[in-house]
């Protein structure tokens, strides 16, 4: 008979298994990664291009052009191209970031031969329209001035520029006039230049058919077209402690964020700091919660973050509270890091967050587009899938003085810059 009152054994997760998946290359260079699985007869294909801010000749040349391309081609129109999207029920959304540029596809896996013809001849003849240019526009000049009211917002976008560096392609923050400067010959310019068959990946997962296979390679493997090469400018200037504090009219409370630069994925360092962060401020029973929130009740949020790109990344602390708490928040983060810096992780709290990070990597590993999103964001950074089983695996490994030791190495108050952004 069954114990009701003693609860099951919690059994440690020491090791991942990756799925099956599946990668080639078609003639004309585009690389296409499958994860097929699953017993629901759908499709989720996304195509990639490094097209994103790294990428730009003209600021916000990335987003907007990621964003038209589903607004107008030779053949159809924005209304005509929802329509043929609409009838078979599928949904196509496209969006850029810091490196790349992409739209994601779902469908059933019967309507497939119907809608991905309306997908390549979004990536074919895009003819970014004059009046849905001039509609991108002026939308998004009203969701800037919406988002510069929030004081958050207003930090994020400051220590950003700071750590990068204000015409970076990682740091510049956009404007009115950035937008209004955008026109059609612009994006034309952009999409020619950096979408092409060199620097485009797909991925495809669900149900994935014969004929998925077949209709891919024939639309999309056959048209081969370089693109123009742009190195990346790394970070030219020197980082020190700073403080920075801006009033506004905007909100109640204060924004804070305190932050450094960092490294991208492919850092040595990689895998401790990211265990390190997770400690100090990476989840809901960090180190910075506990204290800050459920201890001082300072605030309601706190969180520490790493913001990683291709070829950079930064590191910060980020919260909102009233502007009393905004002194004792500071000194109780940097106290919580100088801790850090001094006393080796405790083995009970070390094993409580290996276990929690197994478990959500094992929740991303659970059906195929879930695993294709790993995949992904191994791939897009110029790794093997395998990795994400390496990473897994240096985290559960991972020691209290290798944690102490990238602390001191990457917690020194002369890094940090510090903003504050308070209502008047």
């Not at 390496?390 to 991972?398: A, E, G, I, K, T």
């Amino acid at each position: 008979m069954i114990n009701r009152k003693t609860g099951p054994a919690i059994n440690k997760i020491d090791k991942l298994l990756l799925p099956e998946y599946e990668t080639y290359t078609l003639p004309n260079g585009i690389k296409i990664c499958e994860v097929n699985s699953g017993t629901q007869e759908i499709i989720k294909f996304e195509i990639f291009h490094k097209a994103g801010r790294i990428m730009e000749d003209f600021p916000l040349a990335g987003r907007a052009v990621s964003s038209l391309i589903k607004d107008g081609t030779l053949t159809r129109n924005s209304a005509q191209l929802s329509e043929a999207i609409d009838f078979y029920g599928a949904s196509i959304k496209s969006a850029s970031n810091m490196d790349y540029s992409y739209s994601t596809l779902f469908c059933l896996t019967k309507q497939f031969p119907n809608v991905i013809p309306v997908l390549h001849d979004m990536y074919s003849n895009p003819s970014f329209p004059e009046d849905e240019t001039e509609k991108f526009k002026n939308l998004n000049i009203q969701k800037l001035k919406e988002e510069l009211t929030k004081n958050e917002v207003l930090a994020y976008r400051q220590i950003t520029e700071e750590i990068y560096g204000k015409y970076h392609p990682y740091g510049y923050n956009s404007t009115a006039d950035d937008y209004l400067a955008l026109t059609a010959s612009k994006l034309k310019d952009h999409f020619n230049n950096y979408y092409g068959s060199d620097n485009c990946h797909i991925f495809i997962s669900g149900y994935i058919t014969d004929e998925v296979r077949r209709m891919t390679a024939e639309l999309f493997g056959s048209l081969k077209k370089a693109t123009k090469k742009k190195e990346y400018s790394h970070v030219a200037h020197d980082i020190r402690a700073k403080k920075i504090n801006i009033t506004t009219r905007n909100e109640h409370q204060c924004a804070l964020k305190t932050g450094r630069h960092l490294f991208n994925k492919n850092h040595p360092d990689h895998a401790a700091f990211f265990m390190l962060n997770v400690i100090f401020g990476g989840y809901f029973g960090s180190r910075l919660m506990m204290s800050i929130r459920e201890e001082k009740g300072y605030t309601y949020d706190i969180s520490s973050n790493i913001d990683q790109y291709l070829h950079d990344g930064c590191f910060y602390v980020s919260t909102e509270a009233s502007p009393e708490y905004v002194d004792p928040i500071l000194r109780e983060v940097h106290h919580q890091m100088d801790i850090l810096c001094q006393e080796k992780v405790g083995d009970k709290e070390l094993d409580m967050v290996k276990n929690y990070l197994m478990g959500t990597f094992l929740n991303m590993l659970d059906g195929p587009m879930n695993i294709s999103s790993v995949m992904k964001s191994m791939i897009l950074t110029d790794k093997t899938p395998e990795y994400f089983i390496n990473f897994s695996q240096d985290l559960v490994n991972m020691s209290n003085e290798r944690i102490m030791e990238v602390a001191q190495k990457y917690f020194r108050p002369a890094d940090f810059i510090e903003v504050i952004v308070s209502p008047e």
